[in-house]
């Protein structure tokens, strides 16, 4: 059975402070995806790898960056948390690329910042 | 780029009835199409997903969904909801020409199913 974990579920950090989201995969997929999920805007894509070491901005980057070291892993890293960063995160891989093929995903790591 | 609407931001459907959920959207050509679930606290999985081939597409959980070229939408139906069917749904439409770019899926706002006892 295919499998996406997130390090947390839930995740309370203060304004200013480094935070991590960690993503593991054990499908042996290429590409991997951040996203975040906010009430009446659906998902919107932040970043995404399509191989180790490789990545692309998405439909919002800023104030994020991402690294793949390993295949089977995708950090999501908020250098300097704010307010507004404050969501649900969703990480998703796929074998195929975006659009192209069926993503399966983590069960999200709700983040708050106050 | 191609865009996504999901007109209905809440449905509520009483257990048994029967049940649709609209998406439309804009796109050039035939686009891949998917319809993803969400259940409360958990991740987004796959109900169905259309890329060719015979526009009524069979999924998961009872659900079908019909590829109508003509009208630009993939509306999702199950004849009879169940309670457990309560959940957001969201559409989301692939690019085929994207090379996988960033903007090579594109998810709807989603819908809210709410089940009435």
């Known amino acids: 059975d295919v499998k996406v974990t997130q390090s947390s579920r839930y995740l309370v950090k203060r304004t200013g402070e480094k935070v991590f989201l960690e993503c593991v995969q054990d499908m042996d997929h290429e590409n991997m995806f951040w996203y975040r999920q906010d009430p009446g805007l659906g998902l919107r894509l932040i970043y995404f790898?399509?191989?180790?070491?490789?990545?692309e901005k998405g439909d919002i980057p800023e104030g994020y960056s991402v690294s793949r070291e390993k295949k089977e892993r995708f950090s999501l890293i908020l250098e300097s948390a704010s307010t507004n960063q404050t969501s649900m995160y969703l990480c998703a891989s796929s074998l195929g690329l975006a659009g192209l093929d069926t993503q399966y995903f983590g069960p999200g790591t709700r983040l708050t910042v106050l | 780029a191609q865009s996504v609407t999901q007109p209905d931001i809440h449905i509520t459907v009483s257990e048994g009835a029967s049940l649709e959920l609209r998406c439309n959207y804009s796109y050039g050509a035939t686009p891949y199409l998917f319809w993803y679930v969400q259940s409360p606290g958990q991740g987004l999985q796959l109900l169905l997903k259309y890329f060719s081939g015979d526009t009524l597409v069979q999924g998961i959980k009872g659900f079908e969904a019909e590829f109508k070229r003509s009208q630009s939408s993939f509306n999702l139906r199950k004849p009879s909801v169940h309670w457990s069917d309560a959940a957001e749904y969201f559409c989301a439409v692939g690019d085929p020409d994207s090379g996988g770019g960033a903007d090579g899926l594109t998810f709807g706002k989603g819908t809210h199913l709410i089940i009435q006892p």
């Open positions: 790898s399509y191989d180790v070491k490789m990545k």
